[in-house]
């Protein structure tokens, strides 16, 4: 997961990333399908890496996406701050225009990895803003999700120097998950 395809194209030339499976470092390894991903203006085309050691090949997302989703994270992230407010998954795919059991799906998955993404991003609010502190929440899954990704927001922007200012906190859960916010099973990694 890069932030953006700039950010991945200088990484891979200077071997900046690294390999999940060994830890090694990747290389460029040409691109992956174009695909037109809702919400995003434009198609995007992802970049691959190669491990130099293992051969492993690895699709580099951008932070605009995440894993097997056909929408934006943008997309994701509002049908969520949504429901956190009290909005069901119905009202949600009208106002979004999108299937009701994909907006459902969303929100199941979000539920099951609340309690990990939550501890994510409490540990990197804490980084990017050591005097950072999460509040008790709402009493809502979804409800203290959204909170949590605020604080996260908000400690990256008082961070300023990262880089991270102009990033949205719904691209910044696609980095520090690595697009698996709605996977199946997301570790508190």
């Not at 997302?61 to 119905?90: H, M, Y």
């Not at 102009?166 to 691209?171: E, F, G, L, R, V």
Request: glycine content about 14%; some cysteine.
């Amino acid at each position: 997961m890069v932030v953006s395809p700039d950010v991945v194209e200088d990484r891979l030339a200077a071997g900046g990333l690294e390999c999940r499976p060994c830890g090694h470092v990747l290389g460029p390894w040409g691109f992956a399908r174009r695909r037109r991903v809702r919400g995003l203006a434009e198609p995007i085309r992802p970049r691959r890496g190669r491990c130099r050691e293992c051969g492993v090949t690895q699709v580099l997302l951008p932070a605009t996406v995440l894993v097997r989703r056909a929408d934006c994270v943008e997309v994701i992230g509002k049908a969520l701050e949504l429901a956190g407010g009290g909005a069901g998954f119905r009202a949600l795919a009208v106002l979004l225009g999108i299937a009701p059991d994909t907006v459902r799906g969303w929100l199941r998955r979000a539920r099951a990895n609340a309690a990990a993404m939550i501890a994510r991003a409490a540990r990197w609010s804490g980084w990017l803003d050591p005097s950072a502190v999460l509040g008790r929440g709402p009493a809502t899954v979804l409800g203290a999700l959204v909170d949590a990704v605020g604080h996260l927001g908000a400690a990256a922007v008082r961070r300023g120097g990262t880089g991270l200012r102009a990033t949205s906190p719904w691209a910044l859960v696609a980095v520090i998950t690595d697009g698996h916010l709605l996977a199946v099973r997301l570790e508190p990694g």
